[in-house]
């Protein structure tokens, strides 16, 4: 066992290396890697087409993995909250014997809502409109007035059953019966989470906020660091190497940015002496890591806590994100005192990133945008558009509004 987990050290020191070699040639590089494709535009209608929209909605919102709570909002059998982010309204609860599990807030009856509020404990659920009576298991139990239903077979009216996942202590739901498990979907980033311990962090905080533009507006922003030097002057780019930035890319859409800080060690001022993930590695410690679960979930770790984004449409020209805070060894009846502040500084950089989406929405909107042209740091969004296409399928997508497929040489497998 002692050799096993030597060697296991001495790879990961390995791959730790390797990945500070590729920011040292980031930084000192003149041009793109050799062979590294040119990208050509995307057309700009993917933004704004309503056809093309609604593709996007069915073919790829409604069939992806979605992080939709954490479990410390089911704290006893019977809690419950109500997830509207997802496009239909779900209940994720955790049952009497403990498991976690989702239902749509459908009565099967005539699809009157069985919760209205966000959040709450029961012992099963009863629909307001006609008193239908489901366990939390989504079993029919009771039917008022039975006698007039002849014929009637409970079993077939349970509650429709949403895809409910766990990734550590984070709760995802899929709207497709027939979807990939999550960890197998996200590939090598299960392993490289590993050193998080997800299971074992607390929610700290989670608020949302809503601009008006297209989801891809933003979601964009954060897949690339090319605009810290207009964006965030006075905050991010003061300690961020943007130009020494790495990149991942992983099947499904997946991928993860690695930002080195521009002083050897500097540690942020706002988080010394809070509790600390012990496993956290030194390259992840010492740089600004940012995983992309596709097509909406942003996760830059650090050792005292993990800020986690996520990006939902409300509409073609509305968007919400909610941004949560998972940390270790946190207790909310006595949280450390320099929680408050430090989300404070991240809602500032947040605000620094919204400032700029509804006027880009105009823009968009307008006869002077016809498609967007991207450079090799911001390959990740790219890669997050032939994703799109892949769920949507070729065959669907209109020809004008495809892109053209170039990155797969580059998507790591392992």
């Known amino acids: 066992m002692h050799e096993m987990v030597t060697d296991q050290a001495a790879d990961l020191d390995l791959a730790?290396?390797?990945?500070?070699?590729?920011?040292?040639?980031?930084?000192?590089?003149?041009?793109?890697?050799?062979?590294?494709?040119?990208?050509?535009?995307?057309?700009?209608?993917?933004?704004?087409?309503?056809?093309?929209?609604?593709?996007?909605?069915?073919e790829m919102w409604r069939k992806s993995w979605l992080y939709a709570g954490h479990v410390d909002q089911l704290p006893t059998p019977g809690s419950w909250f109500l997830n509207r982010n997802t496009g239909s309204p779900v209940i994720v609860t955790r049952t009497l014997s403990g498991e976690i599990k989702a239902f749509y807030n459908t009565c099967q009856h005539r699809g009157g809502p069985l919760v209205k509020e966000d959040a709450g404990e029961a012992r099963g659920f009863v629909c307001g409109y006609h008193g239908w009576s489901y366990t939390l298991d989504g079993k029919l139990t009771a039917v008022r007035d039975r006698r007039d239903f002849p014929e009637f077979d409970m079993a077939c009216h349970s509650l429709i059953a949403v895809r409910c996942e766990l990734l550590g202590s984070m709760i995802f739901l899929n709207g497709d019966p027939e979807a990939q498990p999550l960890i197998e979907h996200i590939g090598p980033m299960a392993g490289q989470l590993e050193e998080l311990q997800l299971e074992t962090l607390r929610l700290v905080d989670s608020r949302s906020y809503e601009t008006d533009c297209n989801v891809k507006v933003l979601l964009d922003a954060f897949l690339e660091v090319y605009h810290l030097k207009s964006i965030h002057e006075k905050t991010v780019d003061r300690?961020?190497?943007?130009?020494?930035?790495?990149?991942?890319?992983?099947?499904?859409?997946?991928?993860?940015?690695?930002?080195?800080?521009?002083?050897?060690?500097?540690?942020?001022?706002?988080?010394?002496?809070m509790p600390e993930i012990p496993t956290v590695s030194a390259f992840t410690a010492n740089n600004n890591v940012s995983y992309h679960i596709f097509p909406n979930f942003v996760m830059p770790p650090a050792p005292t806590g993990i800020p986690i984004l996520q990006f939902w449409p409300m509409g073609p020209n509305r968007t919400r994100v909610v941004s949560s805070w998972l940390a270790p060894e946190h207790d909310p009846a006595n949280p450390h005192p320099l929680w408050e502040m430090r989300i404070k500084n991240w809602e500032r950089i947040l605000y620094e990133d919204l400032q700029f989406a509804p006027q880009i929405q105009e823009s968009?909107?307008?006869?002077?945008?016809?498609?967007?042209?991207?450079?090799?740091?911001?390959?990740?969004?790219?890669?997050?558009?032939?994703?799109?296409?892949?769920?949507?399928?070729d065959n669907k997508v209109p020809a004008e509004l495809r892109v053209t497929p170039v990155l797969a040489p580059f998507v790591e497998h392992a």
């Open 16 to 58: 730790r290396m390797d990945l500070l070699a590729k920011m040292d040639w980031e930084r000192e590089r003149t041009a793109p890697p050799e062979g590294f494709p040119k990208f050509p535009p995307i057309p700009g209608a993917r933004y704004v087409d309503p056809a093309f929209l609604a593709l996007e909605d069915a």
């Open 239 to 273: 300690f961020l190497d943007h130009r020494a930035m790495i990149v991942t890319l992983w099947p499904h859409g997946h991928s993860r940015m690695a930002t080195p800080n521009r002083r050897e060690g500097w540690i942020d001022p706002g988080t010394v002496g």
């Open 364 to 393: 968009l909107e307008g006869p002077g945008f016809r498609g967007v042209s991207l450079n090799y740091q911001e390959r990740r969004i790219y890669h997050w558009h032939e994703e799109l296409d892949r769920r949507i399928g």
